[in-house]
């Protein structure tokens, strides 16, 4: 694909694409392009990994694996289409649960963060050329994604993107909107906001995430301590002693065979750790054990959970972080005066005293970014001529916050709301109403009423894993 489309026979980036073909191909329908997220989540590892994703979000149904070929396309820069690369492996371990915020205990101060953002996007712009950089923009992915769907010979395809996704769809629905069948948005971003202000953004996520863990210590108090005993009836405070305790004097962690090297939990850890399992009312009963395990002074286990889980939006020392920011630092407009900065990331942890920290300072990077994109596209994403889209948000959603679901709604000029109760990231495939309605929407262009809500299971912190102390 071009580098840069305004240069069609320039510098041209390769892409990595796969197809999953319809399995009863005797009624297919056409072509379902797929973004999973991120950015930065490759979307081919996503449609390999597919038979193992059932029950998760962003897992296609049977139904609409029959009826699609299913077109997994890593965008520009993101996986098998020429992956980012900006620190050194050093670099990258060395940032392993680190806290960004100078006020946190433990948290770098801010000529460090200062020096660490200009390691980074030095590092971006050894590796890759500043119009590469500057290339990775969403209107390009959404281009890219054209030249696939006439590469395929479709005359138009259909869509279904999650959390970063739901901004390629829209993009790619206002530049070729007589190309869109149908579209689906899951766990929606607020598109307005996304290329407006990227330090409000950030805070914003901040909050949605805060609310989550406080949903977490609600139901673990209202359900008493015979059935959730963190905190003996106060979570909130029994868990901001654990993270200041273990920033004081970590648990070492002993070795375990094919599961983790070992080494040691600390405050920062254990908290973004509780931030991700919080995130997902299917992993508090986890939570709730690794806690407990870690009061009783066994770090083991939210040890080993801190290293599984996924944290963007956020840093951290991963390939998909630097793809994920390259992306973002593409489309966002971030200022780049410190003050700026400093004042978003007083404002964080006001406003999400313990998810705040980690929101705070996180721009640096796109502030001290090498490569401006100065054609970028800023528009609304009004996606004007396409048929009604289906947007689907969590009720308490960790990344993405309900209104900007609301604020999708409005900007689109033609959408309709599925509201899916409860705590999580992403609906579609975790929730079988909500499976049902994405069906009928990609499948027969079906949509549910306006403002329709999909029930869930209640949440609760019961059932928990039990950890031995070690």
């Known amino acids: ?91 990258r371990a060395d940032a392993a649960g680190t806290a960004f915020d100078p006020a946190v205990p433990g948290g770098r101060p801010l000529p460090r963060l200062l020096t660490d953002a200009a390691a980074f996007t030095g590092g971006c712009a050894r590796h890759q050329s500043k119009k590469f950089l500057a290339g990775m923009s969403s209107d390009n992915v959404a281009r890219d994604i054209d030249r696939v769907r006439s590469a395929l010979g479709e005359r138009e395809i259909t869509y279904y993107g999650l959390s970063y996704g739901t901004v390629v769809g829209p993009m790619y629905a206002t530049l070729f909107p007589h190309r869109v069948r149908q579209m689906v948005l899951d766990a929606p971003i607020d598109t307005n906001l996304w290329f407006g202000d990227s330090l409000t953004f950030l805070n914003e996520v901040a909050v949605a995430s805060e609310r989550t863990l406080n949903a977490w210590f609600e139901t673990c108090r209202t359900e008493g301590t015979a ?16 993270i200041g305790r273990l920033e004081a004097k970590p648990l070492k962690i002993a070795p375990v065979r094919g599961a983790t090297p070992g080494g040691e939990l600390d405050g920062a850890m254990a908290l973004e750790a509780t931030r991700a399992l919080a995130g997902d009312q299917h992993t508090w009963p986890l939570l709730t054990s690794a806690l407990l395990a870690a009061q009783d002074g066994n770090g083991a286990p939210l040890y080993t959970l801190w290293s599984a889980v996924t944290v963007s939006p956020f840093p951290v020392p991963t390939e998909m972080f630097e793809a994920h920011t390259a992306v973002r630092c593409a489309d966002w407009r971030t200022p780049a005066g410190v003050a700026a900065h400093k004042a978003a990331a007083a404002k964080a942890v006001t406003e999400a ?6 929101a ?6 796109c502030a001290r970014w090498p490569a401006p994109n100065k054609d970028r596209v800023t528009r609304p994403l009004t996606g004007t001529g396409t048929p009604p889209a289906l947007v689907v948000a969590g009720r308490l959603d960790p990344v993405t916050p309900h209104h900007w679901a609301e604020n999708m709604t409005r900007t689109l000029d033609s959408a309709v709301l599925l509201t899916r109760e409860g705590v999580g990231h992403g609906s579609y495939g975790a929730n079988s109403c909500v499976n049902s309605a994405v069906d009928a929407a990609l499948i027969n262009g079906a949509h549910p009423a306006d403002g329709a809500v999909c029930k869930t299971d209640k949440p609760a912190t019961t059932r928990p894993l039990v950890f031995p102390n070690r």
């Open 1 to 91: 694909m071009p580098q840069e489309y305004t240069e069609p026979h320039g510098a041209q980036i390769p892409l990595a694409v796969m197809r999953h073909r319809a399995t009863d191909p005797g009624h297919r329908i056409g072509s379902l392009f797929f973004n999973p997220g991120g950015p930065g989540v490759p979307a081919t590892e996503t449609l390999r990994n597919l038979p193992r994703t059932a029950g998760t979000p962003g897992a296609f149904s049977p139904a609409v694996l029959a009826r699609f070929d299913i077109i997994a396309m890593d965008p520009r820069g993101v996986g098998g289409s020429q992956a980012v690369r900006c620190l050194t492996d050093k670099q």
């Open 227 to 242: 059935v959730c005993p963190f905190g003996a009836g106060d979570p909130q405070a029994a868990f901001d002693t654990l």
């Open 353 to 358: 005293k313990r998810i705040g920290t980690r």
């Open 360 to 365: 705070a300072y996180s721009a640096l990077n």
